[in-house]
């Protein structure tokens, strides 16, 4: 088991950036595949990247490849997830996820979540 808690969403004009954390407790973080996933108001939870356990496979949603980056430091307990670019779609609160499988290049399982941080993107 993981907690995991969200960091750095926000309020942000179209065309900018944001840096989300996701600060990890537990020792076995390092054997978790990580995923971002998203909510938008009256809309389902949608994936958005996975990384695996050691950072070197990734797995982006289409709608965000090419402008966000999922990255993760095993030493820290941390995952990342830079967005640039940002788009009015992109507004949602964001989730960080533990999943327990890395398979067919994503994550599977994913079935620990974090508290969710805002992020709003004006136009």
């Known amino acids: 088991q993981v907690q995991l808690v969200e960091s750095g969403g926000g309020l942000v004009q179209a065309g900018g950036s944001l840096r989300l954390s996701c600060a990890a407790s537990?020792?076995?973080?390092?054997?978790?595949?990580m995923g971002w996933f998203r909510q938008a108001p009256g809309k389902e939870r949608e994936f958005v990247a996975a990384?695996?356990?050691?950072?070197?496979?990734?797995s982006y949603a289409d709608s965000v490849k090419g402008r966000f980056t999922i990255s993760r430091d095993n030493a820290k307990n941390m995952v990342y997830l830079q967005m640039n670019s940002l788009k009015r779609e992109d507004t949602a609160v964001y989730y960080c996820?533990?999943?327990?499988?890395?398979?067919?290049?994503?994550?599977?399982?994913?079935?620990?979540w974090g508290q969710g941080t805002q992020v709003t993107v004006s136009s």
């Open positions: 990384i695996s356990v050691n950072g070197g496979s990734t």
């Open positions: 537990g020792r076995t973080f390092a054997g978790y595949p």
């Open positions: 996820a533990a999943c327990s499988v890395w398979s067919d290049g994503n994550a599977k399982m994913c079935d620990q």
